[in-house]
């Protein structure tokens, strides 16, 4: 059974920092983009950030660019989103995602993505 789990969600002081992480289980990523989605409440899941199955490329929403960074270790089948001069607008459920292909052509599109997490919540207050 394929599971992606988040972790390291949590409460953080605007300015603060916060690193999540998803593990992956059941089957490798190595060969799959992988990205971060979020999801406020009463709002639509946005994209936060992609990275390319080797790991090369990533792509970041303009609201999060300069901020966070997205990695990944095929080794270990993880991935991870450093998130640097949090705001209380980054308040979210924070979701792992993995698509069936390598690249990251619509990385933005969540129907794009095949398997999903169950999401860590960030709380970041002003």
């Known amino acids: 059974q394929v599971q992606l789990v988040e972790s390291g969600g949590g409460l953080v002081q605007a300015g603060g920092s916060l690193r999540l992480s998803c593990a992956a289980s059941?089957?490798?990523?190595?060969?799959?983009?992988m990205g971060w989605f979020r999801q406020a409440p009463g709002k639509e899941r946005e994209f936060v950030a992609a990275?390319?199955?080797?790991?090369?490329?990533?792509y970041y929403a303009d609201s999060v660019k300069g901020r966070f960074i997205i990695s990944r270790d095929n080794a270990k089948n993880t991935m991870s989103l450093q998130m640097n001069s949090l705001q209380p607008e980054d308040t979210a459920a924070y979701y792992c995602?993995?698509?069936?292909?390598?690249?990251?052509?619509?990385?933005?599109?969540?129907?794009?993505?095949?398997?999903w997490g169950q999401g860590t919540h960030v709380t970041v207050s002003s």
């Open positions: 995602a993995a698509r069936w292909y390598g690249s990251l052509v619509a990385a933005t599109v969540p129907n794009t993505y095949h398997y």
């Open positions: 059941g089957r490798t990523f190595s060969n799959n983009a």
């Open positions: 990275i390319s199955a080797s790991g090369g490329a990533t």
